[in-house]
């Protein structure tokens, strides 16, 4: 039996949001502010970043001084707490010949709680790429539609960075100003402004100065520990707080949605629940729902929606739902850099991840058939002396000493020497991308679980060589000793599908009811009040990280929510 105060089948609410994360928080946050009486679902635990950041606990105080473990894979201090790439009790599958990582971070907040916090905004080819180039999708909106809700989640969560505004790399009229660039990034700035590799300050959702009650950041820790002063964006400390103060969002830990139910007249009634902590099943309704679970958390939930009138799944005309799954082509470059050696001790704190990165510069190439593929990719860099833990021990890989006095000096004096690039690049949707359910296993509740479906295309082994390439002349103009990415092979250099935890697609917006999900305010083209407000949204990946363009897609769709709301057509 379950208990009275999780019985909610009786009560109506305005909107069910699945998932607080990105989209899931800034939905509710929306959502509630307008008025309307929101029930916010989360699979994962309750997490409070004011009581529970170790912000200040040196790796000396965590085991194994904070090293990565099976079950904290980046490590003790990171904020995700039950979840990761393996979460117990609720497994995946891959289809024969793929090589496919699923991240889940099962807590309240979601994946915002550690995620990198670079916060890019798509640019106008980004939206139209299939006409420019002939590949992909197009999006059913253009950048100017969706410039304005860039401006108000910037301004809402906070962005620090540079005013540039680059060919395909627009600014960010409010961010704030940059934190200065350490001394590893000015020799990188140096070495690509010789290779006509323009650099920009990053954008990142971090405060370099207070917001609102938002203290500054203090540089102390990186950022995937969480933040308990608030300084930089999580949906748990910027969107959640205010929304449940308007009285009008409840929020359910531990409930795990598996299925939209709909009711005779074809629309969404509601969303069927498993409480993960008991087992308890039960049902919620609403007046709209809104999936936000993740790119193939909730095309999972869809295709398990399916019932006799929906046999391929719920808002699957199209066949669409979990194809088109597509994650930002990732690959390395690490060199050791001797003109750093014997620098004298400094501080280069900052904000957790780089002061600059490396826009593409390579769209005029392409319209020139310069270049075997046809989108781009931004580099990413770090280094610096950062606070020692466990991987420190790593530095005696580089040294010539064997052991005592000498070697302690060596690991001194190249301590801050090591600099890796990454590269961050476009995915093109290809068929033999995507997630569906697995016809026999099941999670420990008897619900199919995703299986993953992938296999790299041309275009993006390509990608992935130049990545290489262009690391490995920058590493010889820095003088560094190569230490990663030495090998161009493409097939090599790529990492595995999933790594980059950007999965977009699997439910993707579009003009047409014929090959797309949802229509361009994320609003399922057979079902008017079910909605999708997650990454699975993307007609086409950009080389931009994601989470800034699923925030300002939600706040778009969400207030297309509400104004059908108070129309009446909800």
């Known amino acids: 039996m379950m208990p009275e105060e999780k019985t909610v089948t009786e009560e109506l609410w305005d909107a069910i949001v699945v998932g607080a994360g990105a989209g899931g928080g800034m939905s509710a946050y ?9 029930l916010l679902l989360e699979a994962g635990r309750d997490y409070k970043p004011e009581r529970e950041t170790p912000m200040f606990d040196l790796p000396e105080k965590a085991p194994l001084f904070g090293a990565s473990t099976p079950d904290k894979p980046f490590g003790y201090y990171d904020a995700t707490v039950g979840g990761g790439w393996d979460v117990p009790g609720e497994p995946y599958t891959l289809a024969p010949g793929s090589a496919f990582r699923w991240y889940r971070a099962r807590m309240l907040g979601g994946r915002t709680n550690h995620w990198g916090r670079i916060s890019l905004r798509m640019g106008p080819y980004d939206f139209n790429g299939r006409s420019r180039d002939g590949h992909g999708a197009d999006w059913p909106i253009s950048y100017d539609d969706l410039a304005p809700w860039y401006d108000r989640v910037e301004k809402l969560i906070g962005l620090c960075g540079g005013q ?63 933040c308990s ?99 930002s082509v990732i690959a390395y470059g690490v060199a050791q850099v001797p003109a750093l050696e014997g620098l004298p001790p400094r501080n280069d704190d900052g904000i957790s991840s780089a002061h600059i990165y490396a826009p593409w510069w390579g769209h005029a190439q392409q319209t020139r058939g310069e270049l075997d593929f046809p989108r781009g990719y931004h580099i990413d860099v770090s280094g610096g002396r950062f606070m020692p833990a466990m991987a420190f021990a790593g530095i005696v890989d580089i040294c010539d000493a064997p052991h005592g006095r000498e070697l302690r000096e060596e690991m001194r004096r190249k301590f801050g020497t090591i600099i890796t690039f990454s590269g961050n690049g476009e995915m093109l949707p290809n068929d033999d991308c995507y997630c569906d359910l697995d016809p026999t296993v099941t999670d420990d509740w008897g619900v199919p679980v995703p299986r993953f479906h992938w296999k790299w295309g041309d275009s993006e082994i390509r990608q992935a060589s130049h990545m290489r390439k262009t690391f490995l002349e920058i590493m010889r103009r820095l003088g560094g000793n190569v230490l990663v990415g030495g090998d161009t092979d493409g097939v090599k250099a790529i990492t595995r599908g999933g790594e980059a935890i950007h999965e977009t697609g699997t439910t993707r917006m579009g003009r047409s009811p014929r090959d797309s999900v949802v229509n361009a305010h994320g609003q399922t083209w057979s079902v008017d009040n079910l909605f999708v407000m997650d990454g699975g949204v993307f007609a086409s990946s950009s080389d931009k990280n994601p989470t800034l363009t699923i925030l300002a897609l939600s706040w778009r769709s969400s207030d297309y929510l509400v104004r059908k709301f108070k129309a009446g057509e909800l």
């Open 30 to 38: 929306v959502l509630a502010q307008a008025g309307l009486r929101v």
């Open 164 to 226: 540039e505004d680059l060919e395909n790399a627009p600014s960010s009229p409010s961010a704030q100003p940059a934190p200065p660039m350490r001394p590893y990034e000015y020799l990188i700035k140096r070495a690509l402004d010789g290779m006509n590799i323009p650099t920009a300050a990053i954008r990142s959702a971090i405060l370099t100065q207070p917001l609102g009650d938002r203290p500054a950041c203090l540089y102390a820790t990186y950022c995937y520990r969480g």
């Open 229 to 327: 002063i608030r300084a930089n964006f999580q949906s748990t400390t910027v969107l959640l707080p205010p929304a449940v103060a308007t009285g009008n969002l409840e929020i359910r830990t531990n409930s795990f949605v598996h299925k939209v139910l709909v009711g005779q007249e074809g629309r969404a009634t509601g969303v069927a629940i498993i409480d993960r902590k008991t087992g308890q099943r039960y049902t919620a309704r609403a007046k709209a729902v809104v999936l936000a679970a993740s790119a193939c958390e909730s095309a999972r939930i869809l295709l398990n929606s399916r019932d006799a009138r929906h046999p391929a799944g719920l808002a699957n005309e199209s066949g669409q739902v979990g194809r088109n799954l597509m994650d």
